[in-house]
Nanobody, 126 residues
Framework: QLQLVESGGGFVQPGGSLRLSCTAS????????IGWFRQAPGKEREGVSC????????YYVDSVKGRFTISRNNAKNTVYLEINSLKPEDTAVYYC???????????????????WGRGTQVVVSL
């Protein structure tokens, strides 16, 4: 069965860190660009970071630059999203998505035509 599974979410205090994982089963993840998205209650799903398949280029939306780091571990068939200096506004369900290449506009979810995971919840609060 082809699937992406996110993990690593949880409850964390402001200023803390988390490492989210996006693990593929049934296919080889390094053949695909991977995007990370988040959706807060009542808000649209927004792209926050993505990594290409060709040269490993990484991209971040301006609002998370300097705090988010995306990386691959091909041996583990996993893409990570490390989030530092967490803020309450980072509270959301975080999703990963696969696509053959980084879309023209990687921050819009409908450009990602491949698999999506079911998400992992991140809550940042005192």
């Amino acid at each position: 069965q082809l699937q992406l599974v996110e993990s690593g979410g949880g409850f964390v205090q402001p200023g803390g860190s988390l490492r989210l994982s996006c693990t593929a089963s049934g296919f080889t993840l390094d053949y695909y660009a991977i995007g990370w998205f988040r959706q807060a209650p009542g808000k649209e799903r927004e792209g926050v970071s993505c990594i290409s398949t060709s040269d490993g280029s990484v991209y971040y939306v301006d609002s998370v630059k300097g705090r988010f780091t995306i990386s691959r571990n091909n041996a583990k068939n996993t893409v990570y999203l490390e989030i530092n200096s967490l803020k309450p506004e980072d509270t959301a369900v975080y999703y990963c998505a696969a696509n053959e290449e980084v879309p023209v506009n990687p921050w819009l979810s409908w450009y990602w035509r491949g698999l999506w995971g079911r998400g992992t919840q991140v809550v940042v609060s005192l």
